[in-house]
Every structure is written in C-alpha cells, then in structure tokens.
C-alpha cells in the first residue's frame, strides 16, 4: 500500500520558514516523479514545485521562483520543500504527490498518489 505522509506544516509570520518533508513508502520511490501542490482555502489544488526521477530537473510555479527548493533524498524515500520568504498568499494547505511518468507538466489529475496534505498558514 503506498503512502505518501507530509509533515512540517504550521504558523508562521510573513518573511518567515518553514520545511515540509514527505516520507513515502509502499513504493519504488526513485521510480517516481515526486511533486507538491497546494490548496488555498475555496481554491483550486495548484502544482507548486516538481523534481524529477534522480534530481537533476526541477519544475516550479513562477510565484515562488527564488523562495521556494524541492529536494530529495533517495535513500530516505523523502522529498523536501524549503519554503522561505513566505507570504500571506502562499496559506494553504500543501500536498505531496508521485506521478509514474516523466513530464514537464504537472496536472493534478496526471498523479497517482497523494498525501493528505499540511497546512501552512502565514500571518500578516
């Protein structure tokens, strides 16, 4: 059974830091792309950041380009998202999600599994 189990999610105030981490089990996990979307509050889930197979592509939202890095550590089936400079708008709550196929483009229907999601709330 696959599991993908997000942590790292909280308060914090604008221009403030916060590292999610996703632990995934059940899976080849360096077989999968692994990817982060978020969901604001009556919004819509929105890609955020991707990282390919071995870690040598990225793929991010423009709005978070210089604040936010996806990392992962293979040998620790875990993907990471450093978020830094946070804003008010970047509240949501964020999940971790695995697509079996290697694209440039990340909708969220094209992902096989998903988290349950962290929320992530900056104050103003």
């Known amino acids: 059974q696959v599991q993908l189990v997000e942590s790292g999610g909280g308060l914090v105030q604008a221009g403030g830091s916060l590292r999610l981490t996703c632990a995934a089990s059940g899976l080849t996990f360096s077989s999968y792309v692994m990817a982060w979307f978020r969901q604001a509050p009556g919004g819509e889930r929105e890609f955020v950041e991707a990282i390919s197979r071995c870690g040598d592509k990225t793929y991010y939202l423009p709005s978070v380009k210089g604040r936010f890095t996806i990392s992962r550590d293979n040998a620790k089936n875990t993907v990471y998202l450093q978020m830094n400079n946070l804003k008010p708008e970047d509240t949501a709550v964020y999940y971790c999600?695995?697509?079996?196929?290697?694209?440039?483009?990340?909708?969220?229907?094209?992902?096989?599994?998903w988290g349950k999601g962290t929320l992530v709330n900056v104050s103003s």
């Open positions: 999600a695995a697509s079996d196929t290697d694209r440039d483009l990340f909708p969220p229907q094209a992902m096989n599994y």
